[in-house]
């Protein structure tokens, strides 16, 4: 897992990035670029969760942006996303 600006943006441009995860409190402008990258580079995203949610996850304190670097976690995170956008465990 990856955290922070910097760090996440060299993930993505260097396809080491398999999901970014954004804060919804992430400013417009954070959003803005990120999703942008992403979508460049074909990596999927997700916008969810306040920043200290995203922090809490990984045992962090306040996090904006997630990069998660391995596919198989990638898979059981946008699994579990997909789950509770469509009303929960089924």
Not at 16 to 30: D, G, N, P, R
Not at 56 to 71: E, F, N, P
């Amino acid at each position: 897992m990856i955290s922070g600006s910097m760090q996440c943006e060299s993930a993505i441009r260097s396809s080491k990035a398999s999901l970014v995860i954004i804060s919804e409190e992430a400013s417009e402008a954070t959003k803005d670029e990120f999703t942008h990258l992403c979508i460049s580079r074909d990596i999927p995203y997700i916008i969810t969760g306040g920043k200290d949610q995203l922090g809490g996850a990984i045992g962090k304190y306040s996090r904006t942006l997630l990069a998660v670097s391995d596919s198989i976690f990638k898979e059981m995170l946008l699994k579990e996303y997909k789950e509770i956008q469509h009303g929960g465990d089924r």
